[in-house]
């Protein structure tokens, strides 16, 4: 059992950055690929960013890609998402995900472990 709590979400200006970070219970969290998600007002969860087990294998929606950065501290057991240069279509609530296959996967149905969220409010 892996249970997920991010945290980091809040507001900020277009062009702004935020750090969300996902701290994972459980002694299996090096093992697991990471991802996280976003769910927009009015629109369904899509795919943000993925990370193998290792960290050395990451995959982007086309959306964030060059803005956006995942990475995680197996040491820590926490997943980040740096954003940079936010914009208002990134107003989201951000979820944190975690699947028991060690490679990178792109699915939310992969995934069987999810956080609560933070909400991400990006303005003009």
């Known amino acids: 059992q892996v249970q997920l709590v991010e945290s980091g979400g809040g507001l900020v200006q277009a062009g702004g950055s935020l750090r969300l970070s996902c701290a994972a219970s459980?002694?299996?969290?090096?093992?697991?690929?990471m991802g996280w998600f976003r769910r927009a007002p009015g629109k369904e969860r899509e795919f943000v960013a993925a990370?193998?087990?290792?960290?050395?294998?990451?995959s982007y929606a086309d959306s964030v890609k060059g803005r956006f950065t995942i990475s995680r501290d197996n040491a820590k057991n926490t997943v980040y998402l740096q954003m940079n240069s936010l914009k208002l279509e990134d107003t989201a609530v951000y979820y944190c995900?975690?699947?028991?296959?060690?490679?990178?996967?792109?699915?939310?149905?992969?995934?069987?472990?999810w956080g609560q969220g933070t909400q991400v409010t990006v303005s003009s």
């Open positions: 995900a975690a699947r028991t296959r060690a490679t990178v996967g792109t699915d939310g149905r992969e995934f069987g472990y």
């Open positions: 459980g002694r299996t969290f090096s093992s697991y690929g």
């Open positions: 990370a193998s087990a290792t960290g050395r294998t990451t």
